[in-house]
């Protein structure tokens, strides 16, 4: 039997996987049999699901695959953060990342292979974009982390800040959320969700009006259109402006907030009238604001403000009555911190300038 000729069961939500055991003449509650099998327990040899009939095992098999990502290379930091580089079964690769108590345990997922948006001090930008991930593939890391790190029964966060945009994504990104929310998963609620944006506008303004919504947080990161043409240029296209009116309509729910999130560079976006102008930017929006000291590498072109800088910066905008906090950086040994995700495949296939200078690092 090739692979090919069976259908990815890793792919399907519990009513698709319903409608298929229909489709095949088997009763349909057996669906939640096996999505509990796949999505909560991580198992995925039909042969081990053994609350299911000998008969319908084998039917199983014959008709469904389940595509699991490998896991190729596993990196534990001494901050207790690990970093997965995992192979697609089209031999892409891509990584995610675990990090305990931040407070909660957080997965880190990627949902693009690279990333498009060539935002100026990311690496995994560097990349450019290769494809996007499906609903399987992002739902997947969570199942493959969780089953690695004997995590399966435990209760964790997820954050979309991997590699990738995930509203460039976008109705994979969706059904990969509806599959993690679903009972017989992992169930992890989109309230336990964090989707990371540049703020691709027409996605944003679709995300609003979804039933099943995750926490939002917009990479911001400068105070004017000038300077942020430069640093996330896709706001040539979704100005600063649009995208804070977006923010501003955005249907935040009594007690949330919108996350605004700052990665500060030296000499370019952290003086006092940036901190000024971004409290004046966020007013009217139910906003709290995360500085990310930028994590430096070979090949980005800007350095980290010093710790007095941060701290003056961060100090204007709570001064205001803004709710601020500073990333601490996790993984940085082991180059799993933020806009540091980019895969060996990648490093070797650019051998340019910028990706010469990684792999000597
Ligand atoms: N594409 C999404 C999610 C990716 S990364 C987004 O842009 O929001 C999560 C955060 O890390 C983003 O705010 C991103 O801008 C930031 N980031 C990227 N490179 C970084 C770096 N070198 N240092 C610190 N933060 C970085």
Redesign the pocket.
Known sequence: MLAEYRHDLAEMDLAELEQALEAMGHPRFHARQLYQWVHKRGVTDFAEMTDLARDLRSSLAAAFRVSTPDILRRDTSIDGTTKFLLKLEDGQRIEAVFIPDTPANTFCLSTQVG?A?R?G???TGKMGIVRNLTAGEIAGQVRVLARELRMLDARFNIV???M???LHNYDAVMKALRMLADEHGPAVSPRRVTL???GVLPALERLATEPLMPNL?I?L?ATTEEQRDLLVPINRKYGLRELLDACRRFPVKRRDRITF?Y?MLKDVNDSDDDARRLVRLLSGIKAKVNL????E?AG?PYERPGDARINRFAKILADRGLTVSVRRSRGRDIRA????LITESARQKSPGQILANLIAT
């Open positions: 990333c948006m935002c001090f990311c690496l979309l800040m991997g990738g945009e995930p990371s944006t540049v947080a990479s990161h999130e990665v990310l000291p930028l994590n590498a980005i911190a933020c806009g540091q």
